[in-house]
């Protein structure tokens, strides 16, 4: 025989406080996501500003580059809005005389098309 060395009111008072802890939890997520929809232009201002000082970052942070190419490949994206928008990094830039210059990543470019890192 399996002998308990906790009451049953222990028992209770465990499930009790996970109970409440999941109910706080599910509150703050529902909260959010309300918050997130009521709100939704000034989160896609914040999220594009965001996005806007990566894109000039980009050479500045290895990891922020490669979460940068991750998004684009993944979403199948160049920029924010558009390809662009690369002409707010420095490299990128146009009146640069960089090998970048006027290009964009090459998370940009179409996979059936890149042979390099500069789209061709």
């Given at each position: 025989a399996v002998v308990s060395t906790q009451s049953t009111g222990e028992n209770v008072k465990f499930l009790q406080v996970f109970a409440t802890s999941l109910v706080i939890l599910f509150l703050g997520e529902a909260a959010v996501g309300i918050l997130a929809f009521v709100m939704k232009e000034k989160v896609r201002e914040v999220v594009e500003e965001h996005m806007f000082d990566a894109i000039k970052a980009y050479r500045d942070?290895?990891?922020?580059?490669?979460?940068?190419?991750?998004?684009?490949?993944?979403?199948?994206?160049?920029?924010?809005?558009?390809?662009?928008?690369?002409?707010?990094?420095?490299?990128?830039?146009?009146?640069?005389?960089g090998i970048e210059s006027c290009g964009v990543p090459y998370s940009c470019c179409k996979m059936d098309l890149q042979v390099n890192l500069f789209c061709g």
């Amino acid at each position: 025989a399996v002998v308990s060395t906790q009451s049953t009111g222990e028992n209770v008072k465990f499930l009790q406080v996970f109970a409440t802890s999941l109910v706080i939890l599910f509150l703050g997520e529902a909260a959010v996501g309300i918050l997130a929809f009521v709100m939704k232009e000034k989160v896609r201002e914040v999220v594009e500003e965001h996005m806007f000082d990566a894109i000039k970052a980009y050479r500045d942070d290895s990891d922020l580059r490669d979460a940068v190419n991750v998004a684009q490949r993944t979403f199948k994206c160049c920029g924010v809005r558009n390809f662009t928008d690369w002409q707010e990094n420095v490299y990128f830039k146009c009146c640069n005389e960089g090998i970048e210059s006027c290009g964009v990543p090459y998370s940009c470019c179409k996979m059936d098309l890149q042979v390099n890192l500069f789209c061709g």
